[in-house]
């Protein structure tokens, strides 16, 4: 009876092993397919932004015209209808990297596919917002006119020829910046517009190079699948269109943090420490996973680091800025009071009927999020994930903050790849899901 059994699995066998050859045929088709959409989407992005000034692409120097010789000026429509052809592609290729145990996607073509879309918009002119324009018009104020930029907005350098790419909102506006990033714009300002517009984008490709390697670093050294977290970061259509598109200075911040991550797997807490001090000074939001840190280690190598890198960014700060470079709260406190269409707490206010945010939404925001803050770290001092803790936190600060722009969604996205609570992931990518909705409400506008 055995002898019948072991000669009908045989027979059985290779009829299975043809089928289970033909579905991973099919998926790897199926994930070729979604892979030439992404890059096809992101393609038609970067050849219509190319032709020039639109609503979707700020006026710039011409650094990517030649690149819209067979395109069209680019517009809400396409843009959009790209946006979700994007999204849809991405939610697919990370079903089949998650839900298959067949190596349907490989090394090869998943860090291949992540560098051509990066390449891609790398190539083009700046997308979706002014902010570069502000970075290098601050560089262009310290160094070639001696102003200082935590006084004085870019309407002190009127004059000068980066002045007119400023946004509007933001000319009469002292930077929100930490010094230290402020410093490693300085380089930029001696290397014209256009220079200086490459260098911005080179330094935010090379930033998110950094954050990519890392975050699959820290997805191994916690036993998580590194390719998946890769594609997480990667793939994202906010990630590669809204962040490095824009060439903003979010990705050094999350390459900071990053940084730290590997740096305590790495049992280097001081030097964890230290790199989000100095991501702090780039960007206030860096700090916000020391204190989870802190508690979860239980040691004071963290906080000894921290202090001491703040104390060197204290005085370079000081040197080059005086006082005013250290007065981070006045900068958040200012721009905490913006209120964007975009933010959760406005779509909200609408749905029940309120015009708008008033001083009293303010104050009960800021109080749910300490709320959640204190309650996270009670969980962490409890014994959980400090990754995770810090990653729900960056998300509540997207979520109940009033000014909310696209790459503000990013802050978490590599902490959730790298975190083994799979709901942080879940509800960042549910954020951002619920982001790209809204942006897309035009297409259901009826046409006039």
């Known amino acids: 009876m055995s002898s019948l059994v072991a000669a009908e699995s045989r027979s059985i066998e290779p009829g299975g092993r043809e089928l ?17 959409l992404m890059l096809a989407g992101t393609i038609e992005i970067v050849i219509d932004a190319s032709v020039g000034h639109s609503p979707l692409v700020p006026r710039s120097p011409s650094i990517a015209n030649w690149l819209g010789f067979a395109g069209e000026r680019l517009g809400y429509r396409v843009f959009l209808i790209a946006l979700l052809v994007l999204t849809g592609s991405y939610a697919g290729m990370l079903a089949l990297a998650a839900g298959s145990r067949r190596q349907v996607i490989s090394t090869r073509w998943a860090i291949a596919l992540v560098a051509a879309l990066e390449l891609i918009v790398f190539a083009g002119p700046i997308l979706l917002s002014t902010d570069v324009f502000s970075y290098i018009a601050y560089a262009r104020m310290a160094v070639l006119h001696g102003v200082n930029p935590y006084i004085h907005g870019p309407h002190s350098i009127f004059g000068d020829p980066i002045y007119k790419y400023v946004g509007s909102d933001w000319r009469k506006v002292a930077t929100a910046y930490g010094p230290i990033y402020t410093l490693l714009t300085y380089p930029l300002a001696v290397l014209g517009i256009k220079g200086a517009v490459w260098g911005a984008k080179t330094q935010a490709l090379l930033a998110s190079a950094g954050t990519l390697a890392l975050t699959w670093r820290c997805a191994r050294v916690r036993g998580l699948d590194p390719k998946l977290a890769l594609l997480i970061v990667g793939l994202n259509p906010l990630y590669f269109v809204y962040g490095l598109g824009g060439a903003h200075n979010d ?17 280097r807490e001081a030097w964890s420490g230290a790199s989000l001090m100095i991501g702090g000074l ?9 204190p989870f840190m802190i508690l979860s280690r239980r040691r004071p190598a963290p906080l000894i680091g921290a202090l001491l890198a703040g104390l060197l960014g204290a005085a370079l700060a000081m040197a080059a800025f005086g006082v005013n470079g250290l007065d981070v709260i006045s900068a958040l406190n200012r721009d905490a009071g913006f209120v964007s269409t975009d933010s959760f707490p406005t779509e909200i206010a609408h749905l029940v009927g309120k015009p708008g945010i008033f001083p009293v939404d303010h104050d009960l925001l ?6 959640i803050v204190l309650y996270l770290m009670w969980r962490t001092w409890r014994g959980y994930d400090w990754v995770a803790a810090s990653g729900w936190t960056l998300l509540a600060i997207a979520v109940t903050s009033t000014w909310l722009l696209a790459w503000y969604t990013l802050w978490t996205l590599p902490l959730a790849a790298a975190s083994r609570d799979r709901r942080l992931l879940a509800a960042t990518l549910a954020i951002q899901a619920l982001f790209i909705v809204h942006q897309n409400a035009p297409l259901l506008a009826p046409v006039s």
Do not use: D, Q, Y
């Open 20 to 36: 289970n050859l033909l579905t991973t045929r099919r998926l790897r088709a199926l994930a070729a397919a979604l892979s030439l």
């Open 251 to 267: 990705l050094i911040m999350t390459l900071l943090m990053m940084v730290a991550v590997a740096l305590t797997f790495a049992g």
């Open 282 to 290: 780039v960007k206030a939001t860096a700090i916000v996973p020391l």
């Open 366 to 371: 800021k109080g749910a999020l300490v709320l």
